[in-house]
């Protein structure tokens, strides 16, 4: 067997245990160029972290893998089958970054929403409300919430999902320090108990503490993919933070 | 493929979603002040026209006659459910854009289109929500119809559920409209825009268009208040009814099409153009079906019973020639007194107008103008005459049909009514507006919490 054959082999494997699989993504906006021949994969139950600057193509990528925004080449493959454009959803849950929706009714009412969709009974909803400290707010209109609690909010309709897989953009955005330790622990525990976590995050520092493995993403390019550990080997840099990894890897 | 959990994700109830889109609908304020402008507006057009109908009524007193024109569909319920078309027309745009166009500018409908429903019952349970918001807005006009019978006013059954039935497609295809604008505009604002384009585009199409000759005329069709025409008539035309379904489901499924962020902009064309061929084909078809019921108490739009049974005797072809310009006011005269009541009653008919590309103007100095040439079974007959009492005995004659005796005791004796509604204007200036607010304020309660959901550290 080449060597090309047997890498070949590794990654197919790599695929078929991996749930998620982006082939080549690429998106343009006119003449910029957002995303350029995306490939990587989602393991089962870990949190992959993407990272970029602002601009690198954050955002459009986890749109592009949700089904949210069309892109221009590319697919998705579910355990090795690519996902149709109208099936996203049923693999995948996307949060995107910055969303007040529905601000003119009540939190409970948007939770309930949820609830009932997925069919979830009120202890499942009340677990979930108490993980991520929503309680206080359940009577007050999304309009009036806090950047916090409206981040909090969010996080509760995206746990109530029910896809393996959950994309959200910037899940920290908003969070102090303390509130961002309890909801990278409440994020581990949801990795642990089976779905797989894509989040892009531009502060280098949380995403170091949560990510298993990431995605450095510059430019609309992937430069680089693995544990810290591997980035750090294909840096050059065996003791660099993440931050350091990222500036020598882009 | 898909694992057997993925598509068990895709079968969502519906309950939830319509519970949803109803309390979005009622948590703006848009459906609120609808309400509130219609109350005073339906109440002054209700004061007004039992004031005229009151006045008319005196006069008819002692002629039956003058009592048999006086009809409360005519003279009550078409001038107050014009405050309902009005704000239709204007206001009632904003209330389906927005149940729409405000998840897009959230952008909860980035998260809507990743529940398990399909983009079209999304869409669906949109049109719901927007039906029930009609239904909501036309409190005041129902107030009117108990109003009316409470002064002692007289509703005939069939021809008030046939209005109702047309202001209700109108409103539905005015949201259909508006929901489409929402579904292909970023802004609540641009849908607006596109909105009001059609509707008061419609007015301009009205007033601009109608009565001129050939293509001018038939594009002044297009307008959208020709929908109420003949429900305001008293006239329930399958073709009509058929046609507003259509364009209705038209739009809905253009919605659809134009709904998901992340179908290519090809798709969506390539949809929307199969879209609009399907439109035109049921639109095609349905100019076809000549079936229509005349539900008006006073038969307006048939001719007396006793010729309606002999014209549906006749089974050859009539052909009619109309030497008259379409703007002409005769032509007009003849369109509602015979044409339409014989293309209702004949099955096969055929109005050729001589005058097309003419101008009334122009036409005048021809003496033939103004001619009406009935051709039937090989023979011909001229008049000049636009009323039915003239044209039917023609036809009569040309079909060697004696002239049949008109049925005793089936005039339309006319509801005259003298009444005071001076009080009325406290109910829709003062109380009305009052429940709704006591209504809109009630909506807007604090929902119960369940306690196993509050009870928590309560971190903050």
């Known amino acids: ?250 | 493929m898909r694992s057997p959990e993925l598509a068990a994700s895709r079968n969502a109830h519906m309950s939830p979603l319509l519970v949803k889109e109803l309390r979005d609908a009622l948590s703006g304020r848009a459906l609120w002040t609808m309400l509130f402008i219609l109350c005073p507006l339906v109440g002054y057009s209700f004061f007004q026209a039992v004031a005229l109908y009151s006045e008319a009524s005196a006069s008819a007193r002692d002629s039956p006659v003058l009592a048999s024109g006086l009809s409360p569909l005519d003279g009550v319920l078409v001038p107050s459910f014009g405050a309902l078309y009005l704000a239709v027309t204007l206001l009632f745009p904003f209330v389906a854009i927005r149940t729409l166009g405000h998840e897009k500018e959230t952008g909860a409908l980035r998260l809507l289109v990743q529940l398990p429903y399909r983009v079209p019952t999304l869409v669906v349970a949109k049109v719901a929500a927007i039906s029930i918001a009609w239904l909501i807005s036309i409190i005041p006009l129902v107030s009117v119809l108990i109003i009316w019978i409470v002064l002692g006013g007289h509703l005939y059954a069939p021809e008030t559920l046939n209005l109702l039935l047309g202001h209700l497609l109108y409103g539905l295809l005015v949201g259909a409209i508006a929901l489409f604008a929402a579904a292909v505009s970023e802004s609540a604002a641009t849908a607006a825009i596109i909105a009001l384009a059609f509707t008061i585009g419609s007015w301009v199409l009205d007033f601009g268009l109608a009565g001129q000759p050939g293509l001018l005329e038939w594009i002044s069709r297009l307008s959208l208040t020709q929908t109420l025409r003949s429900f305001e008539q008293g006239l329930l035309s399958l073709s009509l009814l058929l046609g507003i379904v259509a364009v209705i489901c038209g739009f809905t499924a253009l919605s659809a099409v134009w709904l998901h962020p992340g179908q290519r902009l090809q798709i969506k064309l390539s949809r929307s153009v199969i879209c609009v061929a399907i439109i035109a084909a049921v639109l095609a078809l349905a100019t076809q079906i000549r079936t229509s019921i005349d539900l008006s108490e006073d038969q307006r739009n048939s001719f007396p019973a006793a010729d309606q049974r002999a014209l549906a005797e006749l089974r050859e072809p009539l052909v009619i020639t109309v030497r008259l310009a379409p703007e002409d006011p005769r032509y007009v005269d003849l369109r509602r007194n015979v044409l339409s009541k014989l293309q209702r009653v004949l099955p096969n008919v055929t109005v050729r107008l001589a005058t097309t590309g003419q101008s009334m103007v122009g036409s005048t100095s021809d003496e033939a103008y103004g001619e009406i040439e009935y051709s039937y079974g090989g023979r011909l007959a001229k008049t000049r005459s636009t009323s039915h009492r003239e044209a039917l005995p023609l036809l009569y004659g040309l079909a060697g049909k004696p002239i049949p005796t008109p049925i005793a005791g089936e005039d339309y004796p006319g509801y005259p009514l003298i009444a005071g509604s001076e009080l009325t204007l406290l109910w829709f200036f003062a109380a009305l507006p009052l429940l709704i607010a006591i209504t809109w304020w009630w909506s807007r309660r604090v929902p119960r919490i369940p306690q196993q959901l509050v009870q928590d550290g309560g971190q903050t």
Request: proline share 4%; with cysteine.
């Open chain 1, 1 to 250: 067997m080449t060597a090309p054959s047997v890498i070949r082999s590794l990654h197919l494997a790599e695929q078929a245990t991996a749930p998620i699989h982006i082939a080549g993504l690429s998106k343009r906006y006119g003449e910029q160029r957002a995303l350029i021949d995306v490939c990587f994969d989602v393991r089962a139950r870990e949190v992959l972290g993407l990272i970029g600057p602002n601009g690198a193509g954050k955002t459009t990528l986890l749109e592009a893998i949700a089904g949210i925004l069309p892109a221009d080449a590319g697919d998705v493959l579910w355990h090795g089958t690519p996902l149709s454009h109208a099936h996203r959803r049923d693999a995948i849950f996307y949060l995107p970054d910055g969303l007040r929706p529905w601000d003119d009714q009540f939190v409970v009412r948007v939770v309930e929403f949820f609830a009932t969709v997925y069919g979830h009974g009120q202890s499942r909803v009340a677990e979930t409300i108490h993980s991520v400290g929503l309680s206080p707010v359940l009577n007050k209109r999304i309009s009036a919430l806090s950047k916090g609690y409206g981040r909090r909010l969010m996080l509760v309709l995206a746990l109530l999902t029910p896809q393996p897989v959950l994309l959200m953009d910037e899940p920290f955005d908003g969070f102090d320090l303390r509130q961002t330790r309890e909801i990278m622990g409440v994020l581990r525990d949801v990795a642990s108990r089976g779905r797989s976590l894509v989040l892009a995050i531009h502060q280098l520092n949380d995403a170091e503490r949560i990510c298993d493995r990431f995605v450095l993403l510059a430019d609309g390019q992937v430069r680089g993919i693995g544990t810290l550990n591997e980035l750090r080997a294909r840096s050059g840099k065996a003791s660099a933070r993440l931050e350091d990894v990222f500036l020598a890897l882009t």
